[in-house]
């Protein structure tokens, strides 16, 4: 954990997302990115452009995903792009949303939420809201989503993955399943959201897994 902590270094990152943007965009577009800094980026991307780390990206010291926000679209009809709340944007201070171990079995989401709640307690203007275990129902979760009070949402547990339907695919909660249909439907939805969960990031078929609740957060 500590070497974690010291590679992923507030300036580390933006070296790296620096260098991204050098690598995969040309000049051109990155001049034009500039120019519309203040709107929200929509990444549009085939399979291979989902394992480039675009949330990281740094354009001459500017952070798309921490400015106006920026989401991931996968190139198919079934998933719709992020739709900010631009009322977020001239709130003060940062609401950040973790959501936790809906089903109680993954030890390592907990400590996980744990971690981040500690972290971010620390850090000034930052308010934090807490869903874990049983808490985490789908009206729950649902409703905090479409609320319009985060900037940011962290979930840490089980997903599942569709192969025949990618679009459907989506988190298990402590009732139920949010596929990716409901969150298409949903009106309003933070600048940033952290799925971290086996399955989360798929866009293609592999393996299949033998059973899709079975997939779970490796910690070492």
């Known amino acids: 954990n500590g070497f974690l902590a010291d590679s992923l270094s507030t300036a580390r990152v933006a070296a ?16 034009a990115l500039l120019a519309a800094r203040k709107q929200p980026l929509s990444v549009v991307h085939d399979a291979a452009g989902s394992r480039i780390p675009w949330e990281a990206l740094n354009i001459d010291g500017w952070f798309p995903a921490l400015d106006a926000g920026l989401s991931r679209r996968y190139a198919t009809a ?3 792009p992020a739709r900010f709340d631009a009322a977020r944007r001239e709130a003060r201070g940062l609401a950040v ?16 939420r744990a971690r981040i709640v500690e972290l971010l307690g620390k850090a000034r203007g930052v308010g934090v809201t807490e869903i874990a275990g049983a808490d985490a129902t789908l009206a729950r979760v649902t ?15 089980h997903a599942f993955f569709d192969a025949q339907r990618p679009g459907e695919s989506g988190l298990v909660l402590a009732d139920g399943e949010l596929a990716g249909a409901a969150l298409a439907a949903l009106r309003r939805l933070p600048p940033l959201v952290v799925f971290n969960a086996c399955e989360s990031a798929r ?13 779970s957060l490796r910690r070492n």
């Open 78 to 80: 079934e998933v719709v």
């Open 16 to 31: 790296l997302g620096a260098t991204l943007g050098e690598l995969v965009l040309h000049p051109t577009i990155r001049d």
């Open 97 to 112: 949303l973790v959501i936790a171990n809906p089903t109680d079995d993954l030890p390592g989401a907990e400590d996980e």
């Open 143 to 157: 409703s905090e989503l479409e609320s319009g009070q985060y900037d940011v949402i962290h979930y840490a547990g």
């Open 203 to 215: 866009l293609r078929r592999g393996a299949r897994a033998p059973n899709r609740r079975a997939s």
